[in-house]
């Protein structure tokens, strides 16, 4: 009976270390939502898809979807963000549409986290038999988590529990990105892996060779406390971090936000990133 309990635990852990490596949405989504034991919820009714090979100045597809009461949206991936779709409503006479969430669902070491950011913002498209048109000249306000679901191991969070814990993440979130902008020599548009390896230096030089350490981070007479088995150096998170981010980096939390939402954290930082993608008129042809 133990052997057969471990390896029930053991299984969906080998999934969730599978996706984080991979980075896939698409798996990620897929083996995710199967292991909760929900089901699709959109039949997907035209694809139409652009790409930088073919000329276009960005990859993406968009998805036409219908869900099972019967009402159609549309669906946005970009392919520089795979952890992301952006949902909207189908255009109306004049082309417009209004988005209305986006939706997040990216893994981890041992789960993912998952919800759906309410969206205020509109644009403009044209669905036509064998292509597609659209622009967002305006900005997509964020609003505010409406619901989500966490998963740990083997352990799932739904409800207002994890849409609490998901928006106080957020929170932390924003409040860490905006002190990253203010930062001064800080490098634009980076790609995932180039944001990895110039931030977590500088944010946890306690979890980095000390080659990667910044200069002078560890001096004479600095203080040290001890949270989740990390001793952290008070004394350079003083110096270097705005006081609202100073406990959640002694007490670990920030750690804990970097190795369960390191692709939100980028999401947030590289926003006006996204922005700009979208700002432009982009031709997408629809898939046979």
């Known amino acids: 009976m133990k052997r057969v309990v471990y390896l029930q635990n053991f299984f969906p852990l080998c999934f969730f270390v599978l996706l984080f490596f991979l980075g896939c949405t698409s798996l990620v989504e897929k083996t995710g939502r199967a292991l909760d034991g929900s089901a699709a919820e959109n039949k997907t009714v035209a694809v139409y898809r652009a790409?930088?090979?073919?000329g276009a100045a960005v990859d993406m597809e968009l998805w036409e979807v219908q869900n099972k009461a019967g009402t159609h949206s549309v669906i946005i991936l970009l392919n520089q963000f795979p952890s992301i779709k952006l949902r909207g409503s189908l255009p109306n006479e004049n082309g417009e549409f209004y988005f209305t969430s986006?939706?997040?669902?990216?893994?981890?070491?041992?789960?993912?986290?998952?919800?759906?950011?309410?969206?205020l913002g509109t644009g403009h498209l044209t669905l036509a038999d064998d292509f597609a048109i659209l622009s967002v000249p305006a900005e997509i306000e964020a609003v505010q988590i409406s619901s989500g679901r966490i998963r740990r191991y083997d352990s799932s969070i739904t409800g207002n529990e994890a849409v609490g814990r998901l928006r106080d993440r957020r929170e932390r979130i924003l409040?860490?990105?905006?002190?990253?902008?203010?930062s001064e020599g800080v490098p634009e548009k980076l790609d995932r892996k180039t944001f990895e390896k110039f931030w977590k230096p500088i944010l946890f030089p306690e979890m980095v060779s000390k080659k990667k350490q910044p200069q002078d981070w560890n001096t004479p007479g600095d203080q040290w406390v001890r949270a989740d088995n990390i001793r952290w150096n008070t004394s350079y998170t003083g110096r270097t971090f705005p006081e609202m981010l100073r406990e959640i980096r002694n007490t670990g939390t920030m750690l804990r936000d970097w190795e369960e939402a390191l692709p939100w954290i980028y999401i947030e930082y590289e926003w006006g990133t996204i922005l700009e993608l979208l700002n432009q008129e982009i031709k997408l042809q629809k898939k046979k």
């Open 102 to 119: 986006l939706e997040y669902l990216a893994g981890n070491y041992h789960g993912w986290n998952e919800y759906r950011l309410d969206l």
């Open 51 to 54: 790409s930088k090979k073919e």
């Open 175 to 182: 409040a860490l990105v905006e002190w990253m902008k203010q």
